[in-house]
């Protein structure tokens, strides 16, 4: 029996996720590298090799080691952090991995204490403005390939970009523009460095992009990560339906305020995380609550969705005459505005057909 | 040495916080029953004992086992969840447990359920709006009274209140004028019920009212939670001075953009949680980095902070005239945006004299 504020995951809204994503990929004849950072659980990515998946992306070299213990090839898509040398080489020693480097500086470090080789992404500014090197700033490029090209331990692979301004759109349309535009600016790379590197990768892909788009051409490999369990951050932008999200957070309801159409659940922001996203009706929100369905959740209530999150609370708005459905002591289904977000703060998942699978 | 992410303590600012508000306490002639929700540590809240605390509050029945290991009078500050009634009668037959009521039918629940003997407060809305009974719904109030005074193990405390609209406050006077509008509401509960129940406690007292105001007449005991360690929100409440902040991240330097006077340091919502504050100065951010000062950290450094966090990146804007001081494997000291959410994620506390203390 579920007691307090627990994480659900849909292994069949999962798998189909998993498996359109596999199909496009292969669709379109893209190498597909799925981020693993949305579940950082070896359970659930157990179902990416079910769909021939071979490789993966992490974000910390922590979720490396983790992976490591069931996957031979991982990328690390993070700005290298060379105080952690120690686990770079221990696992380069036992698998393929590639990291990514923006700076001299790292390059340089990473030549004289590498001990195994490492596969060497360049990360690319694609519009993002987060990390990376402006796509057309070739004398730093050029600096950093010649200096690879010195040091056989580092095995330059290619350019890896993130569009990650994908997630300021609100639209079909506006995903497709910003991804064309982004595509684009990895595209100059290939133009420029193939001849000289037949075969480097351009490493490319955002949920969004990877889920809206249908038009690839030139890109080597997409990593795509969210879209595992997407949530209402990605529905908001326009990258999935609401029935596509695979996991909800089973909240108690703990008080009721008929006065005020407010119900109080246990689930806060150690639970959900702060993470916000501004609904164009109904403002900023925590979470929506969908009906319960079967073994399972359905479709979203309207107007009903948390206004707010404390530590422990949620304080979800109520339409009027949906007050009396709900007692003290029943559960809502909560979905999450950061799937990624919640799955790190809970660390398990427990599945609708019964099963608990770990995380890291 | 530190190599990721690292959530340091300083031994010396937090005792004095313990300190300080122990002696408001006593000044007043109130008790003192701290919020341990902000560290979540056995090892933190042995610093209250040292400053004569005996009793203390949680928000989950969850914390409250794990503070029984060391703790005998606790208060549940969060509304009942009924579905733990197990836990509630394990914790009850133990310690003084204290639970927090707002409806009928939790009360009801629990004279049926319970096994042994609990205190009860019944849970006020003082102007926050989040839980809690109006203070003038006399009705209820009454109906609740009396169905305690038919169960012997419900043991009616007192009314428990919590001004948390007091973290709209950007002024030490606007936080005195919450104060005094709260205490009032709380006080006419007093003015009604105390000689029917001469023994009834008034628990009052979040964070901002506590550190700034100086009366407490009428009230019995307070109930500060985040003074322990503060956080950049208390400061722009006005709760705080920064160098009374007494956590603050080490995150290592990943990566230079001298063109936008960028940092991008390893440490982002995993590790400081998404929560974020609008600066009056510098619009929304999500730390601030202080200088290094011996083995801890020193003053802010004016104009650097983080500007945006990503799931394991934080950007960090930066004076131009600072850009060459920090190169990449250098640690940063990022001050939290709301220091319970990051202690929560990092479950460990390192200090700054070299020990490590752990949480739940």
Chains 1, 2 share one sequence.
Request: proline share 4%; hydrophobic share 40%; with cysteine.
């Amino acid at each position: 029996m579920i007691r307090v504020p627990t994480l659900f995951l849909d292994p069949i809204r999962c798998k189909k996720n998993i498996a359109k994503m596999a199909a496009k990929a292969r669709r379109n004849n893209v190498a597909f590298r799925p981020h693993v950072k949305t579940h950082q659980s070896l359970a659930v990515a157990r179902w990416l090799k079910e769909e021939g998946v071979s490789k993966i992306t992490v974000s910390s070299l922590k979720m490396a080691a983790y992976f490591a213990q069931e996957w031979n090839d991982i990328t690390v898509a993070f700005p290298t952090n060379i105080l952690e040398i120690e686990t770079i080489n221990s696992l380069a020693s036992k698998i393929q991995l590639n990291l990514c480097v923006e700076n001299v500086e790292v390059l340089e470090f990473l030549e004289k204490q590498l001990k195994s080789p490492v596969g060497i992404f360049l990360k690319m500014d694609i519009g993002y403005n987060r990390t990376g090197i402006a796509v057309d700033r070739f004398s730093v490029i050029d600096q950093l390939l010649s200096q690879m090209e010195q040091t056989p331990l580092l095995q330059f692979k290619g350019f890896l970009g993130h569009a990650g301004h994908s997630y300021q759109c609100r639209s079909k349309e506006a995903i497709e523009a910003v991804h064309q535009a982004s595509k684009e600016k990895i595209l100059l790379l290939k133009d420029r460095y193939q001849k000289q590197y037949p075969e480097l990768i351009l490493s490319y892909g955002d949920t969004p992009s990877c889920s809206v788009s249908d038009d690839f051409a030139g890109i080597d490999e997409i990593r795509p990560g969210n879209f595992t369990f997407y949530d209402l951050t990605q529905n908001i932008i326009g990258s999935n339906e609401l029935n596509e999200i695979a996991v909800a957070m089973a909240c108690p309801v703990v008080a009721k305020h008929p006065d005020r159409n407010e119900i109080v659940v246990y689930g806060g922001g150690v639970h959900l995380s702060k993470d916000r996203v501004e609904d164009p009706e109904d403002g900023v929100i925590f979470g929506r609550v969908a009906e319960q369905k079967g073994a399972s959740w359905g479709a979203c209530i309207p107007k009903m969705h948390l206004k707010s999150l404390s530590q422990e609370h949620g304080i979800v708005s109520v339409p009027k005459e949906k007050m009396q459905d709900y007692a003290i002591g029943d559960l809502l289904w909560v979905l999450p505005v950061h799937s990624c977000m919640a799955a790190d703060l809970m660390k398990e998942f427990h599945t609708t057909d019964g099963a608990i699978l770990s995380a890291m």
